[in-house]
């Protein structure tokens, strides 16, 4: 087996193992979600080249829809989160249509921009509570049996959920359209040239990026049983764009590690230095910038690379 | 009492007027985003912040330094532009050669540190600044209310952006600044110090920002959120102008904050939006931008 495997089985024993090991389970489901949020992410600009400034609206969204079709219309849990999903897959339909007509900073700046007007709409429509969010959203059962009440099974249908989706990533970018994406990517008149329907892509990816964001959201908004508008805000969209670039963007680990320290670093600061961690945040994001734009995964495996170039004999 | 269409004069002319001087705003900092953009590829994200930086250098001065506000004016401007010089040295002048996006991200973590610094200092809630005495009071012009401060920031403002245009379009200084944006290496081999105009470039810009933040401290509660989401906006007035053209960033401002005040007379739920909802008209329809060249 390759090295690369076992540490992934490892991994993913380490996260069967976690609720027993101590480690206090709703932490866990939140950094899940949120890595499942940097995850699709990742899917958008890690593989497909495009930096959308607005990714909060498609996890907020998602988290509203979920939230509101579970507690006041009745829905089961599953359909709750496919329904959220499909919500979030629309909206990204809508969005991409428009975004990408532009790239790189112009993309960036739309993105930011639409998802503002999403932010608007969630404080304003009559069924998001405005200020005060949606709350005392029921976990429900799955498949009508399973309860989902107790931390540990919600923990492992949280955690199920985020090893798919990076299966399922991972599935993409290997994908033929996986590397049509990265020629898109690396040189965009090229794949023009050679006959792609460059913008049919790059709205695929789009839509699939702010679905599994979605899937995020609607996760989050049954683990922690509430919905706000701080899923919706743009501060959510810089978080989500900083564990990418931190964890490594464009690495299949790289988001998880990322949403990994962003999260429990709010989750130790935020008590105990107030406003200095939106400070602690930005610093990261200038030092990520200046000193190490691959990530740690990202350098991680440059520093393998060498390691193993330098352990081989030139042929 | 006059009507337009059901709505009472006065209310629009109000909101107009309104518009407008947010609309100036609009103006001077998507003037300061186009010039930095043009010459250092770079979008300012702490575009916002250093607004916000700029009213609270005026009102720190008058609370503690009893610096009034005619003073604040011109200090203001100089001791953020400072900042901005001394950030584009230390930080910035290191993405020139990368992917704009670089950039972006850079000056977005800059304005979260800025906010937070700010957050932890004055806390979240506003600080209100007075109206310097000169311009209080109001015009009574018979069919609306004009007060003073607000006919001021108009004409300042509009003076100000005239001027940068002027500069920029019309003066020797702005043919080597345009130069430099097409060709820095040839205006470089000129024997001109293309650094040392990026650099003064981004201060310039800076300054502008933080001079739009003293005109408005007045007229709005100074607080740490000020700027963050003014700059959203102002991207997308930019992205509808096209961030190319002065005169188009100018222009887009005033305008684009007048239909998002008559927005408020006629369906107030969307006035928060309306602007972005007009850029995702523009997109589909010159995706360049009203101004801009593909």
Redesign the interface.
């Known amino acids: 087996m390759r090295p690369v495997t076992v540490f992934y089985i490892l991994l993913v024993i380490a996260g069967l193992l976690a609720p027993w090991l101590g480690v206090y389970p709703v932490y866990l489901m939140t950094l899940f979600c949120f890595a499942i949020f940097a995850s699709a992410f990742n899917l958008l600009l890690g593989y497909g080249g495009m930096?959308s400034?607005g990714h909060a609206a498609f996890f907020g969204f998602a988290s509203y829809a979920t939230s509101w079709l579970v507690t006041s219309q009745g829905y089961s849990t599953l359909a709750g989160i496919a329904l959220g999903v499909l919500a979030s897959a629309l909206l990204g339909l809508v969005v991409g249509l428009?975004a990408i007509?532009?790239s790189?900073?112009?993309f960036?700046?739309?993105t930011?921009?639409?998802s503002?007007?999403v932010y608007?709409?969630c404080l304003?429509a009559p069924f998001t509570g405005g200020e005060n969010g949606l709350q005392g959203v029921p976990r429900g059962t799955l498949f009508g049996w399973l309860p989902l009440k107790a931390d540990e099974a919600m923990y492992y249908f949280v955690f199920a959920a985020l090893v798919a989706v990076v299966l399922f990533i991972r599935r993409i970018v290997h994908s033929p359209f996986g590397q049509v994406l990265k020629a898109i990517r690396e040189n965009e008149p090229r794949a023009i040239s050679l006959g792609y329907n460059v913008n049919r892509y790059k709205l695929l990816v789009f839509v699939l990026s702010a679905s599994l964001a979605g899937l995020g959201g609607s996760l989050k908004s049954l683990v922690l049983g509430f919905a706000t508008l701080s899923d919706v805000l743009?501060s959510t969209s810089?978080e989500v764009?900083l564990m990418t670039?931190l964890g490594g963007a464009g690495t299949f680990l790289g988001p998880v590690m990322g949403a990994g320290i962003v999260v429990t670093l709010q989750d130790m600061l935020s008590d105990r230095v107030?406003?200095?961690?939106?400070?602690?945040?930005?610093?990261?994001?200038?030092v990520?910038?200046?000193a190490f734009?691959r990530g740690i995964v990202g350098e991680f495996q440059a520093l393998a690379v060498r390691w193993s170039n330098k352990r081989k004999p030139a042929t | 009492m006059t009507e337009i269409f059901g709505y009472p004069l006065p209310v629009i002319l109000g909101q107009l007027m309104l518009g407008l001087v947010n609309g100036s705003f609009y103006a001077m900092l998507s003037l300061g985003l186009a010039v930095i953009f043009g010459l250092l590829g770079v979008?300012n994200f702490a575009h916002g912040a250093f607004y916000m930086l700029g009213a609270y250098a005026a009102y720190v001065g008058l609370d503690s330094l009893g610096i009034n506000y005619w003073f604040a004016l011109v200090l203001a401007p100089l001791v953020v532009g400072a900042l901005g010089i001394v950030l584009e040295r230390l930080?910035l002048r290191?993405?020139y050669k990368?992917?704009?996006?670089?950039g972006?991200?850079?000056t977005?973590?800059?304005?979260?540190?800025?906010?937070?610094?700010m957050?932890?200092r004055f806390g979240s809630s506003g600080q209100s600044y007075p109206v310097p005495d000169a311009l209080q009071g109001v015009f009574n012009l018979g069919f609306m209310i004009l007060p003073i401060y607000r006919a001021w920031v108009i004409v300042a403002s509009l003076a100000i952006c005239f001027t940068t245009w002027f500069v920029i379009e019309r003066t020797r200084l702005g043919s080597t600044l345009r130069a430099a944006t097409e060709n820095p290496k040839l205006v470089q081999a000129f024997g001109i110090n293309v650094p040392i105009i990026v650099m003064l470039t981004y201060g310039a810009g800076v300054a502008l920002a933080a001079l739009a933040g003293v005109l408005s401290a007045p007229v709005i509660q100074v607080n740490p959120l000020m700027g963050?989401?003014l700059v959203?906006?102002v991207?997308?007035v930019?992205?509808i102008g096209g961030?190319g053209s002065i005169f188009g960033a100018i222009v887009s401002g005033l305008v684009l904050g007048m239909v998002e005040g008559l927005t408020k007379v006629v369906y107030p739920?969307a006035s928060?939006?309306v602007?972005?909802?007009i850029?995702?008209i523009v997109?589909?329809w010159r995706?360049a931008g009203l101004f801009g060249k593909e």
């Open positions: 930096l400034f428009i007509r532009r790189g900073i112009y960036a700046m739309i930011l921009a639409l503002q007007v608007f709409v304003q743009q810089g764009i670039l107030g406003s200095w961690v939106s400070v602690i945040i930005g610093a990261i994001f200038v990520c910038v200046l734009r | 979008v930080l290191h993405l990368l992917d704009p996006l670089y972006l991200l850079l977005f973590g800059l304005a979260l540190i800025a906010e937070g610094v957050r932890d963050s989401s959203i906006v991207f997308a930019v992205v961030m739920e928060n939006v602007v972005f909802l850029m995702a997109l589909f995706p």
